[in-house]
């Protein structure tokens, strides 16, 4: 039987998680790829044997064998230096560039037309780095941003009005931390606006909060970030594209004019199917939003000058 397959590049935290959520879910088999060709065969065979359990007959093999990738539909970058508390994304900037630069070779020699999807920090610039030394089309680039700062934002109002979360439509674009653009003034609980339900001073407290969320999560954990989220985030981005599901999910995808920004990867609601990102959509911003999506463009093209992309 012919299965799809979907390499992950990387077996910390979020790659093994991400593998795991994929196997689980019975949407493709998996080539986990990691330097430490131990620690990613090790965790492999583990998830593998959870499979009888989790009624999965998908496949998983872990290597640092670049040639296994080979015919995979989707590759998902997680490789790289991991955050720490006193740390921020620039800190991360020179390691993780060479990091993809270096991942990102060996693997387009085996499966070049596939679907990249980015972890890696800083999201945004290193989403650009494999567009620029893929030569893939930039559709077929994309970076996983968005869909957790909104499932944040959702808890946060699901918390706070004591709601499902299942009930709230929110919507997050723009960069990460602090250049995050939460559209709560298009926020809607079961069809009722969130600003029927909640004051602005409340609001402004859940979009404090969404922005301070990764970082409390790091310092929590004192060694690493953010995973379990990220992974459930990974796994419905590759299911919408995987089973050509046309979702629209806010990711982190080549600009060239919508929002008035070109040849950045910033976040934005885009349509995934088959063929990685086939439309994004351009929503019309406040004079305010325009101007904190501009200086999260600003903060990208900051990062792109200092590795000379």
Not at 7 to 12: D, E, F, K, L, W
Not at 140 to 147: A, D, P, R
Not at 176 to 197: D, H, Q, S, W
Request: hydrophobic share 45%; proline share 3%; glycine share 6%.
């Amino acid at each position: 039987m012919h299965r799809r397959k979907v390499s992950v590049i990387g077996a910390g935290n979020v790659g093994a998680t991400t593998a795991l959520r994929i196997i689980e879910g019975k949407l493709a088999d998996v080539v986990l790829v990691d330097i430490a060709e131990r620690l990613a065969k090790g965790k492999a065979l583990d998830i593998l044997q959870s499979c009888p359990i989790l009624g999965s007959d998908c496949s998983i093999k872990g290597t640092s064998d670049y040639s296994e990738t080979e015919g995979s539909e989707i590759v998902v970058m997680t490789a790289g230096i991991a955050i720490r508390p006193e740390m921020k994304a620039e800190d991360l900037l020179q390691t993780n560039f060479q990091v993809v630069k270096n991942c990102l070779e060996s693997w387009n020699k085996y499966c070049p037309e596939a679907i990249i999807i980015m972890v890696t920090d800083p999201l945004d610039l290193m989403s650009y780095a494999a567009y620029r030394f893929s030569g893939q089309d930039k559709r077929k680039i994309l970076g996983m941003s968005g869909v957790v700062e909104t499932a944040r934002i959702k808890t946060l109002i699901a918390e706070k009005i004591k709601v499902s979360s299942g009930d709230i439509k929110a919507l997050v674009i723009g960069g990460r931390g602090e250049y995050m653009i939460p559209l709560l003034r298009l926020a809607t609980v079961n069809g009722v606006p969130l600003e029927k339900l909640l004051n602005q001073k409340e609001i402004q407290e859940i979009v404090s909060l969404a922005k301070r969320s990764e970082t409390e999560i790091i310092q929590l954990l004192q060694a690493g970030s953010a995973f379990y989220a990220p992974a459930a985030a990974i796994f419905e981005i590759v299911e919408s594209i995987l089973l050509d599901k046309k979702k629209i999910l806010p990711c982190s995808v080549y600009l060239d004019g919508e929002y008035n920004q070109k040849n950045v990867f910033l976040c934005a609601p885009a349509k995934l199917g088959s063929s990685g990102v086939e439309e994004i959509i351009n929503i019309p911003l406040t004079r305010e939003e325009q101007v904190a999506f501009d200086k999260a463009a600003s903060y990208f093209n900051q990062l792109k000058s200092i590795v000379n992309l």
